[in-house]
């Protein structure tokens, strides 16, 4: 069975930090990693995937992760967080011939100015 | 626009009633699914089709059905509403070789009273 493990329901941010959501995961097989954000009353939107090619991955919006097999983590970081960053943002694993795409509890992400 | 469109996007329903949520795709993907989305609980899949003419129950399938119309649609149907189906509703696609991006609609929100 595959989990999904994100630390930190919510997360807050000054406009201009370094923002850094964490997620570790279980899989019994090579994972398929996925970050995705969802915006207030919106759907969700795929951020960045990673699919066994390189370990760092860049996504859209300059948001970053970097796949750890060591340390069963995916952990998506921004350098310089905007106000158009706030949002909720899900983590989610599925094996590479699966079906399914389990996810995360969500991390909210609050950017202060 | 090339999606998944999902209706209706709002719905209230009393206790007992019925209704189905429908979802299509017009990006000729393989697998559809059906998830939930409740605060703190991250998306729980309900209902999967890996392809036209099949279908299996996901992580929380009590209290629902669907159907595979065809390859563009696959529909949520609620027999009997109760209170514990308020949520919200997303359904995603996938084309399953080759490409892990699910692709999610802009969801349905259910409310039961």
């Known amino acids: 069975a595959q989990s999904v493990t994100q630390l930190g329901s919510h997360v807050s941010v000054s406009e201009g930090a370094l923002v850094l959501l964490r997620c570790n995961y279980s899989?019994?097989?090579?994972?398929?990693l996925f970050w995705y954000v969802q915006y207030p009353n919106q759907g969700l939107q795929l951020l960045l995937k990673y699919t066994s090619a390189a370990t760092l991955v860049k996504g859209i919006n300059g948001f970053e992760a970097e796949f750890k097999k060591s340390e069963t983590s995916f952990h998506l970081t921004k350098p310089s967080a905007h106000m158009s960053d706030a949002a909720e943002y899900f983590c989610a694993v599925s094996q590479a011939y699966g079906n399914k795409l389990v996810f995360g509890a969500g991390t909210i992400l609050r950017v202060k100015s | 626009n090339a999606g998944v469109t999902q209706t209706p996007k709002f719905q209230v329903l009393k206790t007992g009633q019925s209704m189905t949520l429908q979802c299509a795709q017009d990006?000729?993907?393989?697998?559809m699914y059906w998830y939930r989305q409740d605060p703190g609980m991250g998306l729980r899949l309900i209902y999967y089709?890996?392809?036209?003419?099949?279908?299996d129950k996901g992580e929380v399938p009590n209290g629902y059905n669907v159907s595979r119309l065809n390859k563009r649609e696959f529909s949520l149907r609620l027999e009997s509403a109760a209170p514990s189906q308020t949520s919200v509703y997303f359904c995603?696609?996938?084309?399953?070789?080759?490409?892990?991006?699910?692709?999610f609609g802009s969801g349905t929100r259910l409310t039961v009273v």
């Open positions: 089709s890996a392809s036209e003419g099949t279908t």
């Open positions: 899989s019994s097989v090579p994972p398929y």
């Open positions: 995603a696609s996938r084309m399953t070789v080759g490409d892990y991006g699910y692709t």
């Open positions: 990006m000729n993907h393989n697998s």
